[in-house]
Each structure stands twice: as C-alpha cells, then as structure tokens.
C-alpha cells in the first residue's frame, strides 16, 4: 500500500551535513508518529529519531544536539537533517512509522569518513 522513498545520502566527511528525505506514496497526516531507523555494517536496526504529528521529537542518544527530524505533512515528506557528522553515523538510513507498520523502502547509504 504505502511506498518508502529514502535520499539524500551520500559520502561526506566528518563534521560535515546531510539532509535526508522520506517521501511516502500515501499520506501520513494519519500517522501519529514517523521515524528515521538506521543500520550499520554487522549491527541491528535502531530508531535515530521520531517525530509525532504534533511535532513532539525524540532523538537517540548519541544524535541529539546533532540531527533534526521533521516532517510536512502537506508533502507527505519527513526529512532528517543531520550535522556534525561523525563516522559512527555510517549506516543505511530508513524512514518508516513508529511503530514499524510500513515495508521498508531501500533506505539511503549515509558514509562518514574520518
């Protein structure tokens, strides 16, 4: 039903931004809450961040200060703004609703070098 388009990766270098985006075939206007999960090499998925309708935020840990997530609801997009790059954030990024409800879209290779 609902379709997950991630971008907006690519390589950068420490200290370096990326903005990534989520753009999602139906409407989220619905979705309590949307969230950016990411997964690096040898390791499980985790939830970066999530944004509710109202737009409450949370943020893991190691990303706050760093990442901005967002949404527009009228674009049905939700975006992920993230400075201060660290290697650490290397991983494929993926948007989806919290909880999980959606199929996972390819996701978006975000590498930070050192």
């Known amino acids: 039903q609902v379709q997950l388009v991630e971008s907006g990766g690519g390589l950068v270098q420490a200290g370096g931004s990326l903005r990534l985006s989520c753009a999602v075939s139906?409407?989220?206007?619905?979705?309590?809450?949307m969230g950016w999960y990411r997964q690096a090499p040898g390791k499980q998925r985790e939830l970066v961040a999530y944004?509710?309708?109202?737009?409450?935020?949370n943020y893991l840990d190691s990303v706050k200060g760093r990442f901005t997530i967002s949404r527009d609801n009228a674009k049905n997009t939700v975006y992920l703004q993230m400075n201060s790059l660290k290697p650490e954030d290397t991983a494929v990024y993926y948007c989806n609703a919290r909880p999980e409800i959606f199929s996972w879209g390819k996701g978006t290779l975000v590498t930070v070098s050192s």
């Open positions: 944004i509710t309708r109202g737009g409450s935020t």
């Open positions: 139906g409407s989220i206007v619905g979705i309590n809450a």
